[in-house]
């Protein structure tokens, strides 16, 4: 009887409430939000923790977000989502409402496309699929490997890529699994290895602007993670970096040539560096001893300058380097990013590299044979974007 009341509760639920999709529009505030939609400050903003605040300001122009509101128009829910696995999570309770940070239920599909060259992979691959994400992990993934001016207009292009898609839709940035481009007739091959690097059909690492560790010889304490459930705090976090355990006092070196923009304390971080880096990029150095003589404000510094010292300022249990790498100003995981200068696979290594680009250039020349065609997702039933819950909520958006 339980069970059977439970289920006609939650139909019934679904039946009088409507989801509306909104897209977080640029330069208004999660504090903005709330005054805009009369939700109250205090239990969703003003009694959150450091971490919860952190989060907040993870929330970026663009992303949709969902509405769950009841038949008189109410809010019953909210869903903004942070990144690909975590999202803020909005809920009514009796006459309030609580904040939670909750993972987000979503599923990868592989996808690809061909095409042939008009004018450039940038205008094309944008004319084709309407997608500037597709652009981006394109001409990111290829890095300096190849001069696109050399070009020619019937060149063919091909894209191989994870895509991840939240309630029917695709969701946060592609992941190229491999890529072929000609240039005059002459293909060009890239593919994702199973270390997360890039190499061409050599078995070459196509080079990367970055080192891959600011601390040499560190052992990796934590990993980046979009959704890590804290053990203590029993609540969902993100560890938006890399932590690298080293004694205090171990020389930290800049990853990349770029500008100190920052060198001070900063809360939880402790002593700080930030530099900007080309393209957007910037990196983060936390929990530091020291600076070295000069680093400040303004100051050029090359990749694998030392910038500073190991140490355990900021929330910090143990000397550590907590490094983070950011895209115009979102988070991303350094291991994705951040790799050695070009390295050359070889042995065992090299093997099932061979057999891995062998599958991905059997896929591209049977999508280059059907000239596979970008597809447009289709609307979906919003229904579909209701699941059972936890025993605090009857339903939640997936």
């Given amino acids: 009887m339980l069970r059977l009341f439970l289920f006609l509760s939650l139909l019934t639920s679904l039946y009088s409430s409507t989801v509306e999709d909104f897209r977080w529009k640029e330069g208004v505030t999660y504090s903005d939000f709330l005054q805009a939609e009369k939700l109250p400050r205090k239990p969703l903003l003003d009694n959150l923790d450091v971490d919860d605040r952190r989060l907040v300001e993870e929330i970026r122009a663009g992303v949709h977000c969902n509405y769950l509101k009841d038949s008189k128009g109410e809010i019953e829910q909210v869903l903004i989502p942070l990144n690909d696995e975590l999202q803020i999570h909005i809920y009514k309770v009796k006459d309030s409402y609580a904040f939670e940070a909750i993972p987000i239920v979503s599923e990868t599909r592989t996808d690809a496309f061909t095409l042939k060259i008009e004018s450039n992979p940038s205008i094309d691959i944008k004319s084709e699929t309407g997608?500037?994400?597709?652009?981006?992990?394109?001409?990111?993934?290829?890095?300096?490997?190849?001069?696109?001016?050399?070009?020619?207009?019937?060149?063919?292009?091909?894209?191989?890529?994870?895509?991840?898609?939240?309630?029917?839709?695709?969701?946060?940035?592609?992941?190229l699994k491999a890529a072929m481009i000609e240039t005059n007739n002459r293909p060009h091959y890239i593919y994702l290895n199973d270390d997360d690097r890039y190499y061409d059909e050599k078995g070459s690492q196509v080079e990367s602007f970055l080192l891959a560790r600011p601390v040499k010889h560190a052992r990796i304490s934590s990993r980046f993670s979009k959704r890590r459930f804290h053990p203590v705090l029993k609540k969902w976090k993100a560890h938006l970096g890399m932590d690298y355990a080293a004694r205090r006092g171990t020389p930290v070196v800049s990853a990349g040539s770029g500008t100190v923009i920052y060198a001070a304390r900063m809360g939880s971080y402790g002593k700080l560096i930030k530099i900007r880096h080309k393209d957007g990029y910037e990196t983060r150095y936390a929990h530091l001893k020291s600076y070295r003589n000069g680093i400040r404000q303004g100051k050029r510094v090359k990749k694998g300058q030392t910038i500073g010292y190991v140490g355990t300022t900021g929330r910090s249990t143990g000397p550590h380097l907590h490094f983070e790498l950011r895209k115009n100003g979102r988070a991303i995981n350094p291991a994705k990013r951040v790799q050695l200068t070009t390295k050359k696979l070889k042995n065992k290594e090299k093997k099932a590299f061979d057999k891995l680009s062998n599958n991905y250039n059997e896929s591209i020349a049977l999508h280059l044979k059907n000239q596979t065609k970008y597809v447009k997702q289709k609307k979906i039933d919003k229904s579909c974007y209701f699941n059972n819950c936890t025993t605090k909520k009857k339903y939640v958006l997936n």
């Fill in 131 to 175: 997608s500037i994400n597709l652009v981006s992990i394109f001409l990111t993934s290829f890095g300096t490997s190849l001069d696109f001016t050399a070009l020619r207009k019937g060149d063919d292009l091909v894209m191989i890529y994870e895509q991840k898609y939240r309630s029917g839709k695709p969701f946060s940035m592609p992941t």
